[in-house]
Each structure stands twice: as C-alpha cells, then as structure tokens.
C-alpha cells in the first residue's frame, strides 16, 4: 500500500475527531480543529492540530490545504467546498472511465483508477472531514472487501454533473453504474456515510484513496448499502449514459433527512 509522507500529521487531526465522532460534541470538536476563531469571510484560518510545513518541499501533496470561510455557513477544505446551510459537499473531477467492470463510483488520483467511473481532485481526509462538518455522523463499516454486511451510517444522495451538447446535465450517481443482472442502471439508494477504515491510527481512504464504492471496501468514505455491493461481478461502468473519459464533472454529495 502507498502510505504518504504526512499520515503521522494526518493521524494527529484523526485522533481529535475520533474522541468526538458521536453526538452535539461532534460539532464543537470541529470547531476547535478547523476554527479557532472567529474570521471573517476570505480569510483563511489554519487548523491548529497541523504542524507548520517543512522547510523543503514534501514529496507527496500535503494535506495542510487552509481551511477558507467563504461566507456564512459555508467553507472550503482544500478542493472540498461545504454548505452548512444546505447541508451539501461539492467536488469536482473527471470522467475516468466509460465503460468496463467497477467497484467504485469515485476514486482520487492514484487510487484504483482501473474500476472507478469517476476521478475526483480532493485529497480523501478533506472529503471526510467536509462530510463530518456538515453534521454527518460515520457508522460501521464493513471489514473487508465484498463483506455481506450491510455498512451503516447517515444516508446521502450523490449527484454528478456535466455540460453535454452546451447543456448542463445532472443525474443521480447511481445511473453511471449498470447492473448486469438486471439489464437496468444500478438501483435508486442513498449512499451511506460509513466513513473510512482506521487501522493502528492509519486512515485508509487516504492510503488507498478510495471515495465512494460501488463494491463493498472499508477503506471507502461512502458505500452501497445495496445487496450488489457484495458481488464484484455485477456493476458495470453505464456506457449509455457516461460521458467521454476526460469529461470535466461536477459532484455533489447532499445530506438525507432521516
């Protein structure tokens, strides 16, 4: 597995959310992470828990993108942007794949590009972190790929976006996916928060860089609370419906109601 260079940094954050993962404490943790006070729209606030950068550049990206108040309730994570008000994550990235066997609606760069739809640009600990500001809590996740069980967690609907033919398009993630079994696109679900694997302090998603599975992976931040996601021979990339490879996209990940 690749790990990066500052996973000892990245664990230090991890370590202040962990011991609030649950409950109105959730909220507050943020807080002190990524705010220590007060700022106004524009600035930029730096998260305290993260060391200053080294005097030589890293060999990896580092993960101490600033964490920007664009407005009222509504920041920025690196490349991940947050809309309290709304509940609502956007991202952007690109088609990665038309066509072929996937197990994952997403991956970021150097993740497994070779069965994933889609490419984000985010760095994984940013997207958690965003998820987790919105309110979100993770639940169980699974324990090893293909695992029966089904992952919990707050629910999530998963929009993509294009412009095709000059036109905006917008569609429901689930329709990039193709169930072989039944002929049709992947059944309409809400995706479930079960938020990455920690193991011995290392959070997984940004190791293996794994976002949204279609097939059941612990490393992932979202999975598919569907039976499918156990089987890694069902879901097909829906050529009909996917753009080029290449294709500048749009992601939007909005919360559910209970």
Not at 68 to 74: N, P
Request: hydrophobic share 40%.
């Amino acid at each position: 597995m690749r790990v990066l260079d500052d996973c000892t940094d990245q664990r230090k954050s991890l370590s202040v959310l962990r011991r609030f993962r649950r409950g109105g404490s959730l909220l507050f943790a943020l807080t002190l992470l990524l705010f220590p006070a007060a700022s106004a729209p524009g600035e930029e606030v730096q998260p305290p828990v993260m060391p200053a950068p080294p005097a030589e550049p890293p060999k990896e990206e580092s993960l101490e993108s600033p964490v920007v108040r664009l407005s009222e309730g509504v920041f920025r994570i690196g490349n991940v942007t947050v809309d309290q008000n709304i509940r609502q994550v956007r991202v952007r990235g690109v088609v990665n794949m038309q066509r072929g066997l996937v197990e994952y609606l997403a991956v970021a760069d150097r993740g497994k590009l070779h069965e994933s739809v889609l490419r984000l640009d985010l760095e994984p600990f940013h997207l958690q972190l965003g998820l987790l500001l919105m309110g979100l809590n993770y639940g169980r996740n699974l324990k090893y790929q293909g695992d029966p069980g089904v992952p919990e967690g707050d629910r999530v609907a998963i929009w993509v976006e294009w412009t095709e033919d000059g036109k905006k398009k917008r569609v429901r993630g689930e329709e990039l996916v193709f169930n072989q079994e039944t002929g049709k696109p992947m059944r309409r679900t809400d995706w479930v928060f079960s938020g990455s694997l920690e193991v011995e302090g290392t959070f997984l998603a940004q190791v293996e860089r794994s976002l949204i599975a279609t097939y059941h992976d612990p490393a992932s931040i979202i999975d598919n609370p569907l039976p499918e996601g156990a089987d890694d021979l069902i879901l097909y990339a829906n050529e009909k419906m996917i753009p080029p490879a290449g294709t500048p996209i749009a992601l939007t990940i909005q919360a559910v109601k209970p």
